[in-house]
């Protein structure tokens, strides 16, 4: 397993750009997946104000107790109702989520996420994903045999479930045995199809997923085999998007891979990291010069390309006028 740390030098000039690591920052260009915003769900009267005193209540546990039953109900509309009540306790009471797991809901909602039923299946990925806030809930999750189902549900589940299943894997991938898992349960390329063609909630799921799982090495060749620099590049060459930062951290992690660097050389990816190292935020100006000096890195002819599209001026410009860290990572 490597590193997600960026380190290297590229000499042009007589002057020398290096160490340049992005550990100290990259966090916060992505915001966590801390609860499910797909809304809350249509119901009668009767059934609103049962919710509201299920989530309100300080006395759950008969509740959730019927609740986790009603999971194993022969009845789809009663499996739609406990997941429905279920997902709602844990989202608005976090000290719920240990109290439903423990109540034994994580087997039966791993069940109903393998449903045929759309609507089903999505209750159940968004009760499983706020469950999976529950740090202590992790690893039950991820035993139950969560992963495989959250990747089917990833691949051809409503757009509410494809966004929450990647949002599920991403909380399950924080513990870091189950990035391989996740990995090699097929959930890379259809991580790489919400990226480059959900709505913008699901790509920064996406992305988000994509930076936690590439932190190891046999997920960043299945993200580049899947096509991730294609939209990688695209999302970073719209400068007014709120996705340059994010995709250019996931392409920081991947340039250690010679793959990547050549991937990003088809894609036409260097005009669009010279470009944010001219004109973009002094944080997307030190990705892009990391991402450059990688590139650059023992490799003669895409240096000169590099070189050829004007990257010279403005790295040197940062070396000389950027923040602290700038001047701090890069060395001359």
Do not use: H, W
């Not at 249509?42 to 999971?71: G, K």
């Not at 894997?169 to 924080?174: G, N, V």
């Not at 046999?218 to 620099?229: D, P, S």
Request: net charge neutral; charged share 25%.
């Amino acid at each position: 397993m490597d590193s997600d740390s960026v380190k290297s030098s590229f000499t042009y000039m007589g002057r020398k750009f290096s160490d340049l690591s992005l550990n100290d920052s990259s966090s916060s260009a992505f915001s966590d997946c801390n609860s499910d915003r797909s809304g809350e769900f249509p119901t009668t009267s009767s059934q609103s104000r049962r919710l509201f005193l299920s989530c309100a209540s300080d006395n759950s546990d008969e509740l959730i107790s019927q609740l986790v039953s009603a999971l194993d109900s022969d009845s789809i509309d009663e499996q739609k109702q406990a997941a429905m009540e279920l997902r709602l306790m844990a989202k608005n009471k976090p000290e719920n989520r240990i109290k439903i797991a423990r109540a034994g809901a994580i087997k039966p909602l791993i069940s109903i996420i393998s449903s045929n039923d759309p609507q089903l299946q999505e209750y159940g990925v968004t009760a499983v994903l706020n469950l999976s806030l529950c740090d202590e809930n992790k690893e039950e999750i991820a035993y139950s045999g969560a992963i495989k189902p959250l990747v089917r549900a990833l691949k051809s589940g409503t757009s509410t479930a494809r966004e929450n299943a990647a949002c599920a894997l991403l909380r399950l991938s924080q513990i870091e045995e189950n990035k391989v898992a996740i990995g090699r349960s097929g959930a890379i390329p259809p991580l790489v199809n919400l990226l480059e063609s959900g709505n913008f909630r699901g790509m920064k799921d996406a992305c988000t997923a994509l930076y936690s799982l590439c932190t190891v090495r046999e997920n960043k060749m299945r993200a580049v085999q899947a096509g991730i620099l294609k939209p990688l590049v695209e999302l970073m060459s719209d400068l007014g998007s709120n996705m340059v930062d994010k995709s250019a951290f996931v392409l920081s992690l991947l340039m250690s891979v010679p793959e990547a660097r050549a991937a990003l050389v088809d894609e036409g990816g260097i005009p669009v990291v010279v470009e944010i190292v001219e004109v973009g935020t002094q944080r997307q100006k030190e990705i892009a010069a990391a991402i450059l000096l990688q590139l650059c890195e023992d490799c003669l002819a895409y240096r000169t390309k590099v070189a050829r599209e004007g990257a010279i001026p403005p790295l040197v410009a940062l070396s000389q006028t950027g923040t602290t860290r700038a001047k701090q990572k890069v060395n001359y």
